[in-house]
């Protein structure tokens, strides 16, 4: 996924506090006046907030976002349980949320039901007598969603914006990334022996007798470590360059060997494929050389555990359970198990998400948001532009492609402007739960497919309206604000400028930043992966990337324990640095001609950086922190506080930040890119 979002997406939702009226204001009462902003801005702002904070149970972490997503939560969950209780036109958004819902919801049918809903596909599994067997059925199961083995889809071509082509990528994996497979520490060596623990429980709840499940949990482990072995880093995987490699599937023996690739294209439905981009030709090289060196029970083995693994939230209590006792509470220190409505309601939106985010935006997004929104973005790219049109460190010639590249930016808003046309999927509330799911990923599935040979659809969105997130796609130039995010504390209709400028304004100067971070800015005006840099400034940027990389490498979580990957980070942090800057030069327009008032105590450019901090207010799990070190690419929500702003001379004058106080970084160690 290529998209640039504005936090991680992870396992993220809602808890169990029900009382959290809308907050239409800055929250001051969130503040810690012992503590001086010169010294530790994220505390200063937040500090009487975290001394008092619970995580919620059935929650990785709380603050800002999660408050966010428990109130939007809460709305489709009412959402769902109308449109379950009514019955609206067969093929209908009501009658499918509907449906899916009470499918989700009819525990007792799911836990009678037993591992019978997913037999069809274990006898698939069973059946795998040769080579292209395993293939038709990796294809088989990817058709309904079930991942395993690489990454298929299809997506623009990143040097040919405007068409599409087929995406294999490196996957494979069980666990969150290639490095937990190796690194050398007795957490992940504990964490390796309860994964191969995990996968012999739940393949005996599919039926096998405990021996063969262990046995074949040894197995998967094996082959996974093989896969992981040939797998790219998240920091080589940041390299779009090393990622293009668009090659005729004529010559794709060259590198996969006897891997039978008009077999695969078959099973899983892709029509007419005449090029494949093959994202890392090296894991591809080593998938087709497993595919003939590992016994072909440990292929059933493994292709058993993917199956099991991706429907196990679907089916009953014994797999639900021991799904969350592995990836939530082992992996990501969860406390329990969230409740059946908030579960089934993200599958809902992770399924017909288009379905739901009618229903939703119908009844939760005013239009006027959307109007509003659309002039912030409007302020922050004459913002950007102005920045663009007089920084230093970059010279005529790729300054001009730049402002072009700016200017080419497209925005979507709210949601999309044509829902997906679902006429060909059946959800029913006579079906099992994961049958549903199953459907509905199908459903997906050859929606993508039938991309290929077609124009490219700019229209389309990547994110669903409910989503409490941003993106920035660069193969389209394009930034996108889901309704979700459309809300306190991010956008308020009745706060003043300073609050929705901090909020709301950084992000979106956060998501067009992106079109110039490390990755973006190598993508041109149209969303070509094409080098449009002079070498003096493709050398001026590099050399600043290079303080912010080490800037945040001196970053820790943790007590200290761990440090922030400041070269993973470092496109979010360039990202964070440059929303907020661009944002806060909106906002200095937008004041023009008006009332600097105090409000609260707080002139308007010290309630501007009390807003960004405190939509990064947030406590998280120690274990949470310890697998988003080493998966995500954004900060800890604590740095992205402290570490922009340290940076920024428009902070240090609003709070009065002098020479050597904590906040203010010196001489060469100042960033400013954008
Ligand atoms: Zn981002």
Redo the contacts with the bound molecule.
């Keep these: 996924m290529r998209n640039?979002?504005?936090r991680a997406l992870p396992l993220l939702a809602a808890s169990f506090i029900f009382t959290l009226a809308l907050r239409a204001e800055l929250d001051l009462g969130a503040i810690d006046s012992s503590v001086r902003p010169q010294d530790d801005f994220f505390e200063y702002a937040n500090g009487s907030w975290l001394k008092t904070v619970e995580i919620p149970g059935d929650q990785l972490g709380w603050g800002s976002f999660y408050e966010l997503i428990d109130r939007t939560q809460k709305n489709l969950h009412e959402i769902c349980e109308n449109a379950a209780a009514a019955s609206a036109r067969a093929g209908s958004p009501a009658r499918m949320v509907g449906d899916f819902y009470a499918s989700g919801m009819n525990e007792g049918a799911i836990n009678a039901a037993g591992v019978k809903p997913i037999q069809p596909q274990l006898d698939l599994i069973a059946g795998i007598k040769s080579r292209a067997d395993v293939i038709k059925v990796i294809a088989a199961l990817k058709q309904i969603g079930v991942r395993n083995s690489f990454g298929f889809y299809v997506d623009a071509d990143e040097k040919d914006s405007e068409s599409y082509l087929a995406q294999v990528t490196q996957g494979g994996l069980g666990l969150p990334d290639r490095d937990y497979y190796f690194t050398d520490s007795e957490k992940m060596k504990k964490l390796r022996a309860e994964y191969v623990e995990h996968i012999a429980k739940m393949l005996v709840f599919a039926g096998d007798p405990p021996e063969t499940a262990r046995v074949a949990a040894q197995a998967v482990m094996n082959l996974e470590t093989k896969l992981a072995a040939a797998s790219r880093t998240r920091v080589q995987l940041r390299d779009p360059e090393a990622n293009y490699n668009k090659t005729a599937v004529a010559d794709l023996a060259k590198i996969t060997g006897d891997f039978d690739w008009a077999v695969f294209f078959k099973a899983i439905g892709a029509r007419n494929v005449r090029s494949v981009n093959l994202g890392q030709p090296d894991f591809m090289r080593a998938f087709a050389a497993q595919l003939n060196e590992t016994p072909l029970a440990d292929w059933r083995a493994y292709l058993r555990w993917n199956l099991v693994r991706g429907a196990a939230p679907c089916l009953g209590d014994d797999f639900v359970n021991e799904n969350f006792a592995f990836y939530g509470r082992a992996l990501n220190g969860q406390k329990e198990i969230k409740v059946r409505w908030k579960r089934v309601t993200e599958s809902i939106d992770d399924g017909i998400g288009d379905a739901l985010g009618q229903l939703y935006v119908a009844k939760y997004f005013p239009p006027a948001s959307k109007a509003r929104v659309l002039k912030l973005v409007e302020d922050l790219r004459s913002a950007l532009r102005a920045r663009i049109e007089t920084l230093e460190w970059m010279d005529a010639p790729t300054r001009a492609r730049a402002l072009e590249k700016l200017n080419s930016f497209s925005v979507k808003m709210g949601y999309p402007d044509k829902w997906r046309d679902y006429s060909t999927l059946t959800i029913s509330r006579d079906a099992s739960y994961v049958e549903n799911v199953f459907a509905a990923n199908a459903y997906e599935m050859r929606r993508n497919l039938a991309k290929i040979g077609q124009p490219v659809d700019r229209t389309e969105w990547f994110m669903t309206a409910s989503t409490i997130n941003a993106y920035?796609n660069p193969v389209e130039n394009c930034i996108v604000f889901p309704a979700g995010i459309l809300q306190p504390p991010f956008f308020d209709a009745n706060a003043d400028d300073a609050v929705n400028y901090g909020g709301i304004g950084s992000v979106i100067g956060?998501?067009m930043t992106?079109g110039f971070d490390d990755q973006g800015r190598q993508y041109d005006a149209r969303g070509n992966l094409k080098d449009w840099w002079t070498p003096q400034s493709t050398e001026a940027f590099n050399k600043r990337a290079a303080v912010i990389i080490d800037q945040f490498n001196n970053y820790t979580v943790l007590d200290g324990a761990l440090h922030v990957n400041g070269t993973l980070t470092q496109?979010?942090n360039i990202?964070d640095l440059g929303g907020v800057k661009i944002a806060y030069a909106a906002l200095q327009r937008a004041l023009a001609g008006q009332s600097r008032a105090k409000i609260g105590g707080y002139t308007p450019e010290q309630r501007f950086f009390l807003s960004y901090a405190s939509i990064w207010r947030e406590v998280r799990r120690p274990e949470y922190r310890r697998n988003l070190i080493v998966i995500d690419p954004?900060s800890p929500a604590e740095w992205r506080v402290r570490g922009p702003l340290s940076n920024l001379e428009e902070f240090w004058k609003a709070f009065d930040v002098k020479e050597g106080d904590k906040m203010r970084r010196g001489g060469s160690d100042i960033v400013t890119i954008w």
């Design positions: 640039h979002i504005i920035y956060h998501e992106h496109g979010e990202a954004h």
